[in-house]
């Protein structure tokens, strides 16, 4: 089974402060993503990562940053933490969906839950 | 998490019953489709997908539907068991912006009545 694991499951931190949020697969996927989950807003792109050191801005990039050193390894970083990025955050992870032919299921994290006081 | 099923279209169903779970999708150039289960307190985990050069796929218990006519895709559950209580999101993938996204559906609340 393919596992996606973020490191925190509950995080608080305190307003300007730089907050890393860190998601690790294992099965050598080449995509790898970045959501929010927020109550009657869905789930929202942030950041997503076609290849390592590669990146790509989702709808919602605004006071985020990624990171994507190892091809295992995507890091969601809030800059400057604010109230309004109080979220539910998931990362997935898929194997790469160049051709139609190719497509494949995104698969998810547990998600961390962020709250910023 | 816990505030997933808030502002949710809900369902309601006996256990027992089957259940039928429907979403809209917009852009009649998507070529694939997945439904995803959420659990409270967890990620949206795969259940089953379509592409577009199919109308029916079944798994076990579940079977998604796919009519592109009018743009509508549906998940049905047989026999809905008590761990089937979830919110169910559909996603379509389109190729934009020169990457393939998947772009979400709101979800529906899917509660099983003893």
């Known amino acids: 089974d393919v596992k996606v694991t973020q490191s925190s499951r509950y995080l608080v931190k305190r307003t300007g402060e730089k907050v890393f949020l860190e998601c690790v697969q294992d099965?050598?996927?080449?995509?790898m993503f970045w959501y929010r989950q927020d109550p009657g807003l869905g789930l929202r792109l942030i950041y997503f990562s076609y290849d390592v050191k590669m990146k790509e801005k989702g709808d919602i990039p605004e006071g985020y940053s990624v990171s994507r050193e190892k091809k295992e390894r995507f890091s969601l970083i809030l800059e400057s933490a604010s109230t309004n990025q109080t979220s539910m955050y998931l990362c997935a992870s898929s194997l790469t969906q160049i051709h139609s032919d190719s497509n494949q299921p995104q698969h998810f994290g547990d998600g961390t839950r962020l709250s910023i006081l | 998490g816990e505030n997933v099923g808030l502002h949710l279209p809900t369902l309601s169903v006996q256990e027992g019953d089957n259940s039928i779970i429907n979403c809209a999708y917009s852009?009649?150039?998507?070529?694939?489709f997945i439904w995803y289960k959420q659990e409270s307190g967890k990620g949206p985990q795969f259940i089953i997908d379509i592409r577009s050069n199919m109308d029916k796929r079944q798994g076990q218990r579940v079977t998604v539907l796919l009519n592109k006519t009018v743009k509508h895709l549906s998940l049905q559950i047989a026999a809905t068991q008590p761990g089937d209580s979830a919110v169910y999101f559909c996603?379509?993938?389109?190729?934009?912006?020169?990457?393939?996204?998947?772009?979400w559906g709101a979800g529906t609340k899917l509660i099983i009545k003893p």
């Open positions: 996603a379509e993938n389109i190729f934009w912006d020169s990457n393939y996204q998947l772009i």
């Open positions: 099965m050598d996927h080449e995509n």
């Open positions: 852009n009649s150039a998507s070529d694939y």
